[in-house]
């Protein structure tokens, strides 16, 4: 299987399983997690996958999409650790090789089209069909293999339109950008996929977390100068500048209308997860699970929440000094202005509140910049915005856009 989220593989899947979730509770009794492993591992000694994995038996194909989905699914335990980002690169690396190899796209995720419609007096010249000199690789390098519909295209590409041939409504593809999209594509299918597996990994079996185990080792070794460069990984220090739109809003202070949601609701929990347990090992997570006493929250982050409900118009807990006990209901300490470590628990440390609830509550909030796009928890925007960050102050590449 070349793309394990092209139409051909989800036909497979819809085929044999009906959805996903059903796939994932079969894979535990049909591979082991080493199996799956060996998608990835050959990232530890070469840059290249090796020759093995690239060629597929059609026999095999179901197997070999078990062991990529078993990869989701136990990423759905850390969906933003440095798991998730090697896996990441290494499913991406292999795919695209595999579909260099076949030298074809169709069936893949990528909604392209075979080329037609191009004047040939259009064609002849962007392809230099007139320049004999040209060498064979390179005219092949030059044709224009796919087309993709704008509204499609647009959504992927980070170029300027005056880079590609565009003709009524399509953006006209070399085999290379078409390549190039489609590695875009997989990564963010690939970042939808395990948040939205992150959702239901309370259903999952064992299997998944064993397995998120080994690819913490694995990940872990693949990362090390990385890991040594910045030293601990998860909690760190807030990085204001990072935050997105919504929380920054919040920040700001609000009006009356919305205090309650900007500050109790969606800035407790995004500072509190941000701050001290980014990626969370399971659903039901408490406080006292992430850190040994109560100082970072009562030094870093709620000085934080009061100064912004400060701000607000009235100021919030001026006008309501209740809501402090409301602040630490939401951290899950019961409703309490006086709590302990071990009071964590009592109630539900809630977790950020999804764009689409944000949105719904507190409309004035959403202003999505560009790295919004594909990303529907405020956490999830401010922890790929952190990795990237971190990975262009060790020299592995920063910013590369939303
Ligand atoms: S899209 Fe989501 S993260 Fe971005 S501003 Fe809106 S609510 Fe916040």
């Not at 996929?193 to 872990?220: I, M, N, Q, T």
């Not at 935050?243 to 995004?270: D, Q, W």
């Amino acid at each position: 299987m070349s793309d394990p989220f092209g139409r051909d593989a989800q036909e497979l899947i819809r085929r044999e399983f009906g959805d996903v979730l059903t796939l994932l509770e079969r894979i535990p009794s049909s591979i082991d997690p080493d199996e799956a492993l060996s998608l990835v591992g050959w990232m530890l000694k070469s840059n290249e996958p090796p020759g093995e994995l690239l060629r597929t038996d059609p026999l095999e194909e179901l197997r070999d999409l078990f062991r990529f989905y078993a990869l989701l699914g136990a990423l759905a335990f850390s969906p933003y650790g440095i798991e998730a980002e090697f896996v990441k690169k290494a499913t991406a690396k292999l795919y695209r090789a595999r579909i260099e190899r076949k030298g074809s796209l169709e069936g893949s995720l990528l909604k392209i089209e075979p080329t037609e419609g191009i004047p040939e007096r259009d064609r002849k010249i962007l392809e230099r069909a007139m320049d004999r000199s040209l060498p064979e690789d390179e005219r092949e390098k030059l044709k224009l293999k796919y087309r993709m519909h704008l509204s499609e295209f647009l959504e992927l590409w980070e170029g300027s339109l005056k880079e590609v041939y565009v003709r009524k409504g399509y953006a006209y593809l070399r085999w290379d950008e078409a390549l190039k999209l489609w590695e875009m594509a997989f990564e963010r299918r690939f970042d939808k996929a395990v948040s939205l597996l992150a959702d239901v990994r309370d259903e999952l079996p064992e299997f998944y977390e064993e397995l998120k185990e080994k690819l913490e080792e694995l990940a872990g070794e693949y990362f090390k100068e990385r890991l040594e460069k910045l030293g601990k990984v998860g909690a760190k220090p807030l990085r204001f500048d990072l935050f997105p739109p919504c929380v920054k809003e919040a920040l700001k202070g609000v009006p009356a209308g919305m205090r309650n949601y900007a500050i109790t609701v969606l800035l407790t929990s995004f500072l509190s997860y941000a701050r001290i347990c980014p990626n969370p090992p399971r659903k039901d997570v408490r406080v006292k699970d992430c850190v040994s006493d109560l100082r970072v929250i009562e030094e870093e982050i709620l000085p934080v929440i009061i100064e912004a409900g400060n701000r607000c118009k009235p100021p919030l807990f001026e006008d309501q000094p209740h809501e402090i006990k409301n602040i630490w209901y939401h951290l899950g300490f019961g409703l309490t202005d006086k709590p302990t470590l071990e009071d964590s628990g009592n109630s539900t440390w809630y977790f950020p509140p999804n764009c689409d609830k944000i949105r719904a509550n507190a409309p004035q909030l959403c202003k999505p910049d560009r790295y919004c796009r594909g990303v529907k928890n405020p956490l999830t925007y401010y922890l790929r915005r952190l990795a990237r960050e971190e990975r262009s102050e060790t020299g592995e590449g920063g910013e590369e856009g939303g």
